[in-house]
């Protein structure tokens, strides 16, 4: 297969987490088992085969490489890409792809869905994927994917199959869903992100951005510009009940030593072994 981008990849219980991320100069995501992409600041050449894709927010470390990744999937003949982003981004990137049409004189075939916090998107039978709003600097989302399943209600468990089969093929139902959070994407975010959406630290795997780790750079001015420190995880610690946590989108300004270190230095322990830095 042709790589065209560095790409890390770790597997956490069935979920192969695929990607990379750094401030200011790219992040993509693939979750393979779901078929789901998250942002396309750059697009790997494998990740085209992924005809879903949730966009966090319209910075162009995010969304600078939309017109690859449809472009690529028209040359190699498959169905246009499904893309959901933000509401006020849609119209924008729909103008972009158009622009390209005109320089690369190429179709770009495509579906643009724009979301609100509070959208649950259904994906297949088995999956829901919930947008929440996170806190950057322009309009932004995090996402959940919850795995839908099914469970017999209360009041039947002690009936016979034979009963409970008659009773289903009556029409009554008989099970309650269950939505039981797998993944979940912050995108780039401040504290207030992960706080006003709890259900960010019940997900078995937790994709959160930690952007600053050196103990000098101040934090009110981080979070205003919508990103968190190491200090942030450090004062949620008793929060986190992910199973992983992959801490991402490095800043620039440090290299991959240095952020190892800080972080290291304030969390020993590496919240119990459960953050991963995506380096």
Not at 242 to 265: C, M, W
Request: charged share 25%; aromatic share 8%; with cysteine.
């Amino acid at each position: 297969m042709l790589e065209n981008v560095p790409v890390a990849s770790h597997t956490h219980d069935g979920l192969t987490i695929e990607g990379y991320s750094r401030a200011a100069v790219q992040t993509c995501w693939r979750v393979n088992e779901l078929k789901l992409l998250f942002d396309v600041g750059v697009q790997p050449w494998d990740f085209m085969g992924t005809p879903t894709m949730f966009v966090s927010h319209a910075h162009l470390d995010h969304i600078a490489a939309l017109p690859a990744y449809v472009s690529r999937r028209r040359m190699m003949k498959m169905d246009p890409p499904v893309i959901y982003m933000p509401d006020s981004a849609v119209d924008t990137a729909w103008k972009m792809l158009q622009t390209f049409r005109s320089l690369d004189r190429g179709a770009m075939p495509c579906e643009l869905i724009g979301l609100l916090g509070g959208d649950e998107t259904p994906i297949g039978r088995e999956l829901v994927v919930k947008s929440v709003e996170v806190h950057h600097t322009i309009d932004a989302l995090g996402f959940i994917v919850y795995q839908r399943r099914h469970k017999l209600k209360p009041e039947y468990l002690d009936l016979p199959g034979e009963q409970i089969r008659d009773l289903k093929l009556a029409g009554t139902e008989i099970t309650n869903e269950v939505r039981v959070p797998i993944f979940a994407y912050t995108g780039d975010t401040a504290p207030k992100g992960l706080d006003q959406n709890p259900e960010f630290y019940d997900a078995k795997v937790l994709i959160s951005e930690l952007t600053f780790a050196a103990p000098e750079h101040r934090r009110d001015k981080i979070h205003k510009h919508g990103h968190m420190h190491v200090d942030d995880y450090r004062e949620r610690r008793d929060q986190f009940q992910n199973e992983l946590i992959i801490g991402s989108h490095a800043s620039t300004r440090y290299t991959d030593p240095q952020i190892k270190r800080f972080v290291k230095k304030t969390l020993p322990d590496m919240l119990g072994d459960r953050l991963k830095l995506w380096l």
